[in-house]
């Protein structure tokens, strides 16, 4: 099974200290968020993919297939704000008559799509950064220096651990359903799955039991107390990432 | 005398849905001895573990720890989990945290300890489980043996003086098998009480101080491991069979190939030495 956690547990920016990959991801989300020029846009994803590639070691399949998911839904969206509707078909580049009705592409609705498209991009790889560099549970330990409620934070973690827990028991239930024919047709096929969910649901309330028992063995009081490795800042680490939020911070008066 | 860490006295537990688990169930497990339980599928041996360190609670009869009758106020049972730590069959119920090192921090962490003492003591049983180099990686992208490992490292983390562990070798191969036995008897030499449920004969009959028989919630024998395996009924009843080495060596004698021994070889290796120089 292919989980992008083992992309993020391998990469080279993996031991910088969170902060500053979440401050550097997020003071370029509100860039991008806050210029409307192309070229930023362009300019922040030619960096963030270009250190995810060549600093991170990224496999470029990789970052191309995760960008592939976001990009279908802006094209969708992205079409529907070029595409305008109008009586007359004046200040249209391209248009398509149907009745009395054009539908077509003007100018502004050319770069108001292409803007939403380049922006929604630019945002997202800033955040496949920091989602392809930084485990989750250092992303647990800068909300805790961000005082996010403990409650909070013990349950991104449940979270994230039973998602992995909830996948493998659906993936084993699947494998043996199939192994026996389960979803040789349509019908089969209906009837396994909602075996497999319903036994799912069975599954995870037992594990859910014995996980509170083992829980309570090691002297949980209502508290998931956890230490956390220790993180350490680094110079050239920050100074890099300075360095090219400046050059786009820059990049915004230039252009 | 000899002392013994937990003991039961007629014991009692029912499930709610009227399984009778445990039936009136007596035994007395000596201080500082390498422990195992073996029995069928069934036998009420997880349901008696569990007791004790009071997960599970009596219907009827007690269960005493160092001779004290089991004291189940909130305080006494966290008394009694500082000391008692169990490793449990399902390693994936155990580990709920996102990194191998959180996870074995949170047992120590609810001790109270300050960071310091912590941070040390976790290298060192991580280290000693050989789990340091996975310290930073998430329990599911870990194997079998390594999960079970890092189960195991998280309850040692708590310095416990008795360690149970439910089936710990199940389902692991021969490699992390010796590799977690020889990890317990390095904790029994420093004292810690170890107790085992195994299904394993072989690893039973050469690892074991002391084994108890379970069947149907009951104890059908006790002993040392070559009293408790030389009773064919026992065996019989409880559906279990020879240790390999034993009946290995009982041929032997049988037809002649090797001298009856006055300490009959519990190991593979012991056996092996024997044919080397104990032949008629």
């Not at chain 1, 003071?27 to 210029?35: A, G, K, Q, R």
């Not at chain 2, 195992?36 to 997960?55: D, E, M, Q, S, V």
Request: hydrophobic letters at 50%; one cysteine or more.
């Amino acid at each position: 099974m292919l989980y992008i956690d083992q992309f993020v547990y391998k990469n080279k920016m993996c031991h910088f200290h969170p902060l500053e990959k979440v401050i550097f991801a997020f003071v370029t989300i509100l860039l991008s968020v806050t210029t409307d020029k192309m070229a930023v846009h362009l300019a922040i994803m030619a960096v963030m993919l270009s250190l995810l590639v060549f600093k991170a070691g990224t496999p470029v399949t990789v970052v191309g297939k995760l960008l592939l998911a976001p990009t279908g839904f802006l094209l969708a969206g992205g079409l529907s704000l070029a595409v305008t509707v109008n009586v007359s078909a004046a200040g249209m580049l391209v248009a398509l008559t149907i009745g009395n009705f054009y539908l077509g592409v003007t100018a502004t609705s050319l770069a108001l799509a292409t803007g939403v498209l380049l922006r929604s991009l630019s945002a997202v790889s800033a955040l496949y950064f920091l989602v392809l560099t930084t485990p989750m549970t250092d992303l647990l330990h800068v909300l805790q220096l961000l005082r996010v409620p403990a409650m909070v934070i013990e349950l991104v973690m449940l979270i994230y651990r039973f998602i992995f827990v909830f996948i493998e028991t659906a993936f084993s239930i699947y494998a043996a359903q199939s192994a026996r024919l389960g979803f040789i047709d349509f019908r089969r096929s209906i009837t396994s799955f909602g075996v497999l969910f319903a036994n799912l649901w069975g599954k995870a309330f037992f594990k859910s039991q014995a996980m509170y028992n083992s829980l309570l063995s090691r002297g949980y009081e209502g508290e998931l107390k956890v230490l956390s490795p220790e993180y350490k800042f680094s110079l050239p680490n920050t100074l890099l990432f300075v360095l090219l939020e400046l050059g786009l911070v820059s990049l915004v008066f230039v252009v | 005398m000899a002392t013994y860490i937990v003991s039961t006295e007629k014991l009692d537990f029912t499930y709610l849905d009227g399984t009778k688990a445990l039936d009136s169930l007596s035994i007395k497990i000596p201080e500082g001895k390498k422990v195992a339980f073996i029995g069928n599928n069934g036998a009420g041996k997880t349901t008696l573990l569990l007791h004790f360190n009071g997960i599970n609670r009596p219907d009827g009869g007690e269960v005493r720890y160092n001779g004290q009758k089991m004291d189940y106020s909130s305080k006494g049972i966290k008394e009694l989990r500082k000391k008692v730590g169990i490793v449990f069959q399902d390693t994936d119920s155990q580990l709920f945290s996102g990194s191998v090192y959180q996870d074995v921090s949170f047992g120590p962490m609810n001790l109270g300890w300050p960071e310091g003492k912590i941070r040390i003591k976790l290298e060192q049983v991580m280290k000693e489980a050989g789990i340091w180099e996975l310290r930073d990686k998430p329990p599911h992208l870990l194997s079998y043996g390594q999960k079970k490992r890092v189960a195991i490292a998280g309850v040692l983390a708590m310095e416990p003086e008795l360690i149970i562990l439910d089936e710990p070798t199940a389902a692991l191969d021969p490699v992390c098998t010796s590799q977690v036995m020889s990890l317990l008897n390095t904790l029994n030499t420093n004292g810690a009480t170890i107790i085992v449920s195994s299904h394993n004969m072989d690893e039973v009959y050469a690892w074991a101080d002391f084994v108890f028989v379970l069947k149907e919630g009951k104890v059908i024998a006790e002993g040392s491991p070559i009293n408790v395996f030389r009773r064919q009924d026992v065996l019989a009843a409880a559906s279990l069979k020879n240790p390999l080495v034993l009946e290995l060596y009982d041929k032997l004698v049988s037809s002649g190939m090797l001298a009856k021994q006055e300490d009959v070889p519990a190991t593979p290796e012991a056996l092996i030495a024997l044919l080397a120089t104990g032949k008629l």
